[in-house]
């Protein structure tokens, strides 16, 4: 079988580690070429490629970012893009493609597999907010870079007797910063699912300092945002924006700094901002996300075998499922709000 490749979105550690399951068990199992598209949907447009076999992909595993290259491109929102995605896959004569990316590149492949394009989706996305799957890989080293962030903070900020917020990524979703929040012992976790009250967060941050705790780390998702009111006047102000991607998402960041100048002014404690951005993107994936991704990879080249397409790999108590495309992309997987309110809580503050 030909199978093509593409990653789109984001990137994120392990996606060299699904390329690399993909090309070497298809091979090794059942004889396959691959073709790797570059830059996601945009080198599928532009029929950009490179052919992609187990001797280059051999060392992949450890590697950061993604060989192939990513983009935010929607060949929906380009002239004729649908059909010039058909066309190339033709011409190249792939047979499945394995498309490993977020709500947004899934969604394209959603889109295009009812227009009759063979896909298989592989889940990506270190936010951790899509649907029918546990967990996506890249999250587990996005915590690891976070809680590492948090722990260095932690002895400035003491040091220091100051307040540090900690900006961490996720638009709609606030895994990233309770897990981290919760493994770097944060004083406070804010969440996008959540809004919060300014006047409580100074109150509890208040409450600490009396009982002789003169530092906290804050931690906060970057979507996240105070309750409806003058302060989200004043932090919407602060962090507005109008660049939005082809899917239509602006361009988060800045409430971290809004944030932690508000802790300042209303409690006069020192503050700071930290924010972890594309850091948490980058680098060497966590042995959990290599062997995810390496899973999720070779049961992408096992459903195209079984002609599974329109299904999405993914895990579910311990066990790599398949999925329909749709259950993954139809709503984000938002914050499971017990991890907040009875894991989190007896030690915040
Ligand atoms: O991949 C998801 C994400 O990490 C979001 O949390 C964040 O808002 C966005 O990517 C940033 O993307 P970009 O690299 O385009 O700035």
Redesign the pocket.
Known sequence: MRLGLLTG??D?PGLNAVIRAVVIAGHVVHRDDAVGFLDGWRGVLEDRCTTLDPDRCADLLPVGGTVLGTS?TNPFAEPEGPERLMATVERRKVEAMIVIG?EDTLGVAHRMHSMGLPVVGVPK???NDLSATEVTFGFDTAVQTATDAIDRLRTTAESHHRVIVCEV???HAGWIATQAGIAGGAAEILVPEVPFDMDQVCERLVRRHERGRFFSVVVIS?GAFPLSGPDAESARRATATDST?QFG?V??GGIGAWLASEIERRTGYESRVTTLG?V??GGTPTAFDRVLATRFGVAAVAAAHDGAFGTMVALQAGAIVRVPLESAITAPKTLDLSLLEDVAAPFLG
């Open positions: 979105g984001g994120c935010r977020g996305t270190i936010d990524m996720g638009r970057e991607d998402h361009r988060l594309h948490q993107r």
